[in-house]
């Protein structure tokens, strides 16, 4: 009899699930190097802002792959899907979800990122480790490695679009500066030619024309405090040089490069650029995150299953 189950590597970059493991998570995403009180205490004021903390960061990672499962159950019956999760900075990590799947006893697996641009900086690194994982226990698996330009995401995200518009004047919208944005890498990547800027680039263009917006630009945010530099211009600069240069007072920012609520959007966004906003006399507004939506799982099932039948 055929073994008719194919494992699905569901990664992601992981938050703390209380505040005791912040210390810990925050030590891993510096690759060891514990970090110093006053960034620890940086980190935990971040967290503190957002209304109910991080918990519910953590519930957004759980409850897509809980709807990726269903979703894949639903659509491709003849497949016996087994979805598990692997976060690059926190438990259950990358190699830990490899590990269940073998234990399992599931032979093929298919590893996709809850990210839809590639970068060997982010993307890359994901599949290294669990590909090394795989190989250690016997697991064939295959790797999507983007999906910035498959025609639900755009889809989904134009729909967000609109529906942002919809929270200004009517007499306004035609004013609206549509601001999307990405999470900054450093800036060598462009010295490796890495796809990671035009893939977002042409997410964005994709997501403008369906959703009959003219008006708009791309900015980077959150970028890292490392001390080399990162990719810009940062949403916030564009924010100042918009209001003052060009006289913008309406924006409505999409997050393209993201596909949830976390730190990123909940603080960076939300916080600051609100904060930030609000100073310049700029009506602000941010698209809803793509989380669990019905398109977003479908379009991940597809993929997965079109990998899996690559293989």
Same mark, same amino acid.
Not at 14 to 34: D, K, L, M
Not at 58 to 81: E, F, G, I, K, S
């Given at each position: 009899?055929?073994?008719n ?32 009180p ?17 918990? %519910?960061l ?24 087994v979805c ?7 438990? %259950? ?13 599931i032979?093929?697996a ?18 290294e480790?669990?590909r ?12 999507v490695k ?25 007499d ?6 549509v ?6 890498? %450093? ?20 997501? $403008? ?31 100042e ?59 991940? $099932? ?10």
């Open positions: 009899m055929t073994d189950r194919v494992g699905v590597l569901v990664m992601s970059y992981g938050t703390p699930n209380s505040f005791e493991e912040v210390e810990a998570y925050y030590t891993h995403i510096r690759r060891g190097i514990p970090p110093s006053e960034q620890l205490q940086a980190l935990m004021a971040r967290y503190e802002a957002i209304v109910g903390g991080f918990f %519910p953590r519930r957004n990672t759980d409850n897509q792959v809980a709807a990726l499962q269903q979703t894949l159950q639903r659509d491709y019956p003849a497949v016996d899907y598990v999760q692997g976060l690059k900075h926190a438990a %259950p990590f990358i190699e830990d979800g490899v590990e269940e799947i073998a234990a399992a006893g032979r093929r298919v590893g996709i990122v809850l990210a839809p641009h590639y970068s060997r900086m982010s993307i890359g690194g994901y599949i480790r669990a090394k994982k795989a190989e250690e226990t016997g697991v064939a698996i295959r790797f983007s999906y910035h330009d498959h025609p639900l995401l755009i889809e989904a995200l134009a729909e967000r679009v609109k529906l942002g518009l919809e929270r200004f004047p009517p306004k919208r035609a004013q609206v500066r601001i999307f944005t990405a999470h900054s890498l %450093p800036a060598h990547i462009l010295d490796m030619h890495d796809p990671y800027p035009q893939q977002l680039m042409e997410t964005s263009r994709l997501v $403008a024309e369906t959703a009959g917006v003219t008006n708009w630009q791309f900015a980077w945010q959150s970028a890292g405090q490392t001390g080399v530099p990162w990719l810009g211009p940062d949403i916030l600069e564009v924010l040089t918009v209001n003052r240069e060009e006289g913008v007072n309406e924006v409505l920012i999409c997050p393209v490069g993201f596909v949830s609520d976390h730190l990123e959007i909940l603080y960076d966004i939300d916080i600051e650029c609100r904060r930030l906003a609000q100073s310049l006399g700029i009506h602000l507004e941010r698209t809803e995150m793509l989380n669990a939506d019905a398109k977003y799982m479908k379009l991940l $099932a597809d993929t997965v299953h079109r990998t899996a039948e690559e293989g």
